[in-house]
């Protein structure tokens, strides 16, 4: 008997590297802003001011090659990310404790309509509509950290069509990723299953239907979108 009154969603997921089970997608939390030199190309000062994040969906996230260039845009960008996984949460986790709810670690992107986000930003209204939309987070396998230990440094880059468009390090960012579990804990009941994309360095730009996006974070391989 199906206790719904409609066919009920699959789960969201995402692959998980070397393991044929999947990890299930909970939130994906996004910090904005969290390398100085992409603040300083955005027009923002990149004083340490206390973070600030804005969420997607969890079905925006996909594991696929493609990215179909989304409706409503002119000027997509995107933006190369490390992302976090986490097995479990909590409120007010300490800095202390925060790296032990890391699961694993994913080469992800958070593609942006950048236009959409700049007319919401122009109007003090939520950039929601530049950032959370179908396929706009395309998304690698996650690593496990019992393999990959905890990644603090490394390189950070994207290439389109061969070029380089994105690089800096991972020791760049502003807010670490123990801080970041630790502040949103603060502010939302963090659970297992749930991303945060940690921030893009300078280099952000736009794509055309036909390009093709290779992004990596040493020691995380590569991912490879083409635009659609
Ligand atoms: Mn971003």
Request: glycine share 10%; aromatic share 8%; hydrophobic share 40%.
């Amino acid at each position: 008997m199906n206790e719904y009154v409609i066919n009920p969603h699959a789960v969201i997921s995402a692959a998980v590297a070397g393991e044929e089970k999947r990890f299930p997608i909970r939130r994906v939390y996004c910090i904005g802003r969290n390398y100085a030199d992409h603040a300083i190309e955005m027009g923002h000062d990149p004083d340490r001011e206390p973070p600030f994040f804005f969420q997607k969906n969890p079905d925006n996230v996909c594991n696929v090659d493609t990215f179909p260039y989304p409706p409503q845009t002119s000027d997509v960008h995107h933006e190369m990310e490390l992302v976090v996984a986490l097995k479990r949460g909590g409120s007010d986790i300490t800095l202390e404790n925060a790296l032990e709810h890391v699961y694993g670690y994913a080469l992800g992107l958070d593609m942006t309509r950048r236009d959409l986000q700049g007319e919401m930003k122009k109007m003090g209204r939520p950039w929601e509509i530049g950032k959370a939309f179908e396929h706009s987070a395309p998304m690698g396998p996650i690593h496990p950290v019992s393999r990959t230990g905890h990644l603090d440094k490394g390189r950070i880059a994207l290439t389109v069509n061969g070029e380089l468009r994105q690089e800096g390090d991972l020791d760049q960012m502003i807010w670490k990723v123990p801080e970041m579990i630790a502040y949103l804990s603060r502010f939302y009941t963090l659970a297992a299953g749930d991303l945060i994309m940690t921030g893009t360095p300078a280099g952000v730009g736009p794509v055309e239907r036909g390009d093709v996006m290779v992004g990596t974070v040493e020691g995380l391989g590569e991912l490879v979108v083409t635009v659609v």
